[in-house]
């Protein structure tokens, strides 16, 4: 299947039923596909008259009930950012779906890596997935959607030129294998519910526009009753919480993928469709006897710094690989300062790591 | 004390407001209130909307879901709450700042689209939040915060775009209309389809002070009440006789099949993808 209708499978299977873009290569096959099976299952595609209707769209429904979706491309990211930053600030969950590509020109890239993370205003923490294949794609799509229930927030899947127009075998699961999160609404009446009262690092349950609820969404600092007040220490409690929800979690958020590192002398570290070359340079270091490893990031924000830590610590060096001129591996070097010597090896040019160019880098590496 | 009846309506505890004395929204606030209680607007399942501007803060004070605080994404909000949900009601209120500047491009769309929520529109001629600078909306050769020299820019006409873009019910009174204005609303709040009433509204603080040399709220309505002539049917006034006036009336209500979504089975059979 092609990877962009493997994110449309796995977002269906994860229970979407409300998609909104606008049109963007090469991003397109979702809306088309969302177009076609969204009304089969009793769902709503809409596609907005630009990528600010789309987001603005999806929170809606989301409030609403909704669980909801929407897919662009680099430059249609950009119009993003600021109902990303809303829905952030409102905690409302959603999944953004970013097929990367290059200033307008469709071939591969990792250059949104930072954009992702860093693109809205105000403070933040954000959760970005990074698939590797189309079974990826699904698998991560369904992820997304649960992550973003149960944390209340938006949820990125990095998608890539490279895997989103690839075919792949995909192995859809059975509809009762497949994990589901759905969200947690109030278990008291409206005249008992405080709408953004919740213990530290947590969220508060989220009731439907229309339940009776009468809750207020405001983007500005508000209170636990939902009210607009500026008081600096209503501020920063709702920002401590809202960031510390993702951060406090790191750990059962984040994860990553570990190849022959029991015994790495180098490690190399990468994310997305880059694990694929990485890893055949990988066994073809150890084919010459060089001790590689690889630790792929399927969680790319928050930083899984644990197992980066780990990885550092057993290791003599470490080896960030990436489609753009070098971002992630900055976050890296600051995980692992002190522990393992961090270098990099980056390709800005349109085109995927072939394993050759990985493994001379190895090379040079361990000299 | 005798309680004002519409106070009902108010979230508890949201009072006082932050209007500023004399305020052309805090009046529209009110019409809507004596609106949505003539037709018995269930306010369990109203979504109030507003996004940026003194306008956009009136759905804090409304007792109802209400969403608030992104300049101009009013439209697409309300699109996806509604979309989902074809039950609750949706009623966005909207400076000239969201819905003709920032949100232009939205109102056009809701409007072709016949997307089934009300929008009001409070025009008071300016940036009013910000501290009056020129909008699309301001007239000619007006002086304002970022128009020392006067406006040279051609004001929009909200109706206008909204007519012509598709929207099946399109009225504007003034706030020195309230009477007029506010069975307007009521009629709105009925309407199955994209229902757009606008008012021309006094800005003492940042508009009447500014471009009319008078924060005094009386005579800002005055100056518009002067300024304004109403028409039964737009489509016969004679926009050089007008001179720059507000054209006032209720100008459309007609009936299309209302907006559910981009992709419907079935829609190429006739049905035009909406619900009849």
């Known amino acids: ?367 | 004390m005798a309680v004002n009846p519409l106070a009902k309506y108010l979230r508890p505890g949201s009072l006082p407001h932050f209007f500023c004395p004399g305020c052309g929204a805090a009046q529209v606030m009110n019409y809507f209130l004596q609106a949505a209680d003539r037709v018995k607007l269930d306010f369990g399942e109203l979504v109030a909307i507003g996004g940026v501007g003194c306008t956009a803060r009136i759905p804090v004070y409304l007792n109802c879901d209400a969403l608030h605080g992104v300049h101009g994404r009013t439209l697409p909000w309300a699109m996806g709450a509604k979309l989902h949900n074809p039950d609750l009601k949706t009623v966005i209120f909207a400076g000239d700042g969201d819905a003709a500047a920032i949100g232009g491009n939205h109102l056009i769309h809701a409007s072709r689209r016949n997307l089934d929520v009300v929008m009001i529109v409070v025009n008071n001629l300016t940036f009013g939040m910000t501290g009056g600078q020129a909008a699309p909306t301001t007239p000619r050769d007006l002086r304002t915060m970022s128009t020392p020299f006067g406006t040279v820019e051609a004001p929009f006409d909200i109706c206008q775009l909204a007519m012509t873009s598709g929207a099946t019910l399109v009225s504007r009174w003034s706030t020195a209309r309230g009477r007029e204005g506010t069975d307007a609303i009521a009629r709105a709040l009925e309407h199955e389809g994209f229902s757009l009433v606008e008012f021309v509204a006094q800005c003492p603080t940042n508009f009447g002070r500014r471009a009319l040399r008078s924060g005094d709220p009386w005579q800002g309505l005055q100056w518009i009440d002067e300024h304004s002539v109403t028409a039964r049917d737009v489509s016969k006034v004679d926009l050089k006789d007008i001179n720059g006036r507000f054209v006032l009336g209720d100008f459309v209500q007609e009936h299309r099949p209302v907006f559910t979504g981009s992709s419907v089975v079935g829609a190429s059979r006739g049905h035009e993808g909406g619900r009849a």
Request: with cysteine; hydrophobic share 40%; glycine share 8%.
């Open chain 1, 1 to 367: 299947m092609l990877g962009n209708y493997a994110v449309v499978e796995g977002a269906l299977a994860a229970g979407c039923d409300f998609f909104a873009g606008y049109p963007i290569t090469p991003a397109n096959e979702i809306s088309e596909h969302m177009a076609r099976r969204l009304p089969e299952v009793g769902g709503v595609f809409l596609q907005g008259e630009d990528e600010l209707c789309s987001i603005y769209a999806v929170t809606g429904a989301s409030l609403a009930g909704a669980k909801a979706m929407t897919a662009t491309a680099s430059a249609g990211f950009n119009y993003m950012q600021e109902g990303i930053g809303y829905a952030v600030a409102s905690e409302i969950p959603c999944v953004i779906v970013d097929v990367q590509r290059c200033r307008g020109e469709n071939f591969a890239t990792q250059a949104d890596v930072m954009q992702m993370r860093w693109g809205a205003s105000g403070d933040h923490e954000l959760i970005v997935l990074a698939p590797s294949s189309v079974q990826e794609l699904f698998d991560f799509t369904v992820k997304a959607f649960n992550l973003a229930e149960e944390y209340r927030t938006p949820v990125i899947v990095m998608s890539e030129t490279t895997i989103a127009l690839m075919r792949e075998n995909l192995v859809i699961p059975h509809q009762e294998a497949i994990h589901i999160v759905d969200r947690r609404t109030p278990q008291v009446p409206p005249e008992r519910f405080v709408p953004f009262e919740a213990q530290p690092n947590t969220t508060p349950p989220f009731p439907v526009l229309g339940a009776g609820y009468r809750v207020l969404h405001s983007l500005n600092p508000h209170d636990d009753q939902g009210g607009i007040a500026w008081d600096p220490d209503v501020y920063e409690k709702l920002y401590a919480r809202i960031t510390g929800k993702i951060t406090r979690h790191r750990g059962s958020i984040t994860e990553a993928e570990e190849h022959h590192l029991d015994d790495a002398e180098i490690v190399l570290v990468t994310y997305g469709s880059e694990g694929r070359p990485a890893l055949d340079a990988v066994l073809a270091a150890r084919e010459e006897g060089i001790k590689a490893g690889l630790l792929r990031l399927l969680t790319i924000w928050p930083v899984p710094e644990e197992q980066l830590v780990a990885a550092a610590k057993r290791s003599s060096a470490m080896l960030v690989v990436e489609m753009n001129i070098g971002k992630y591996a900055g976050e890296v070097e600051r995980v692992c300062s002190g522990l393992s010597p961090v270098s990099r090896v980056t390709k800005n040019r349109g085109a995927i790591h072939t394993a050759t160019e990985i493994l001379e880098a190895i090379r040079e590496a361990v000299v």
